[in-house]
């Protein structure tokens, strides 16, 4: 109580200022959960590029990850770059991979305003060479909303092992 009466008039203008000053930024960066829209698009971007991945789509890979692209895959001490990851979709073409199967079974979303990080559980089948392969992983996404569309930034997808 001594210091609230101990605070002159200019003191007071401080304070305020101060707490206005960091109520703001507080909340700038506070993470809430996505308005079904935003929940709804973030899927379907999401939806769109691992599909685009498997079908080596490199129009819509490109349109729809950032050159600032950067993924960490299961089992792998190298970490991709835009230009790796994109190689890798034409890579599983190549040896005329096909999806077979991919579902999201759980996924969690933190909206950060222009950035938002999807958690997700991932089912996939894929066939290479005539040869299906399923997978239970868990993924990582960083989207970040530029010039109106969201952009994935960044994965990290695990075994989950």
Known sequence: MRLIQS????????LLVAWSIMSHCGSAYAQTAPTPAVRQELLKVRQRIWESYFRSDQTQLQQSIGGDFLTINPNEEHWQNRYEFLAGAEAFARHNGKLVRLTFPRTEIQDFGDVAVLYSLVQITMETDGKQESLDCRS??????RQG???????????GQ
């Open 7 to 14: 605070i002159s008039g200019s003191g007071w203008l401080v």
């Open 140 to 145: 990582t996404e960083v989207f970040q909303k």
């Open 149 to 159: 569309r969201w952009v994935n930034t960044g994965a990290h997808v695990d075994s």
